[in-house]
């Protein structure tokens, strides 16, 4: 098959590899992963998209009864600097494609960085 079958053949495999991108982040968004520091005295918790979902303190380091806001305050922070890059990502890639929206595509380059 030439021409246009193979065109059609390739969208459809875009589409499929797609879609198992697609699950796959899904999965990947269940997993968890733990990292400690000092010890033990820090416990931070990710997900498999490296997304930070937790973070503990051992009360000895920090003052006792404002642990959890600490720990509120540091996820915040760091999800508030994971989306500033992101929009840092999406203005290179639009730059990078002229401003072309691939998304009608199926191509999605906001992964890149």
């Known amino acids: 098959m030439s021409g246009i079958g193979d065109w059609f053949n390739m ?21 968890t992963a733990e990292g400690q520091a000092g010890a033990g005295l820090v416990t931070a918790r990710v997900n498999g998209l490296g997304e930070l979902v937790a973070i503990d303190f051992d009360k000895s380091v920090v003052n006792p009864h404002e642990v959890e806001m600490l720990s ?12 500033k890059g992101a929009e840092l990502r999406s203005k290179a890639v639009a730059e990078m494609t002229g401003g072309l929206d691939l998304s009608a595509l199926g191509i999605d380059l906001g992964g890149l960085g």
């Open 11 to 31: 969208m459809k495999n875009t589409k499929d590899l797609m879609e198992k991108a697609k699950t796959a982040q899904a999965e990947l968004a269940k997993l």
């Open 72 to 83: 509120d305050l540091v996820v915040g922070a760091v999800a508030d600097a994971r989306r």
